[in-house]
């Protein structure tokens, strides 16, 4: 198991921290827009763009090629395939209550556990991470680390649009 950290600067920025080592960078290029860029500890560099008319998938690029693709399910869950292993996780809120979120494999097994921490004195969301070994032993474990915030992220977006719009009606 290890602990991560997410800090926010701003609403558009976020570093990835363990043990105050930074292992990486989300950058959203544009306010409010789902396009962002991952930079990792090492210099290599991802791009997140919706595709398609409706933008409704999500690709995770390195440079042309496709790592990982996500998109949003009706019941809330975001569903996140590996184009390089052919592996499939499930991000999802796990309690109202608590406003957690999990990122789980095929077989339903917790392999990250995701808690916003929203600072109402700067409007920003910081992030607390904790894993599990299998998380652990994944190669692109700060790809999907980061990956995970952006999903955390859009998720809360959704929610709390759908409330704006509860709201208003």
Known sequence: MADYTILANGTRDFQLLQADKILG???YTEWFSFKAVIALADGSTFQIAP?????????????EAVLLNFKMNWGGTIL??????????????????????????????????VQPSFKWNTLN???????????EALDYKELLLLTTVHCAN????????????????
């Open 80 to 113: 996140i395939k590996s184009k390089a292993t052919s592996k499939a996780y499930v991000f999802k809120l796990k309690s109202l209550l608590k406003n957690t979120y999990v990122l789980q494999n095929k077989d339903e097994r917790e392999l990250l556990l």
């Open 125 to 135: 969301c910081n992030y607390m991470l904790t894993s599990t070994n299998e998380f």
């Open 51 to 63: 595709r398609g008319f409706w933008g409704t998938t999500i690709e995770v690029r390195d440079q």
């Open 154 to 169: 859009y998720s809360m977006a959704m929610a709390a649009g759908a409330t704006t719009i509860a709201i208003a009606t």
């Open 25 to 27: 960078a989300l950058h």
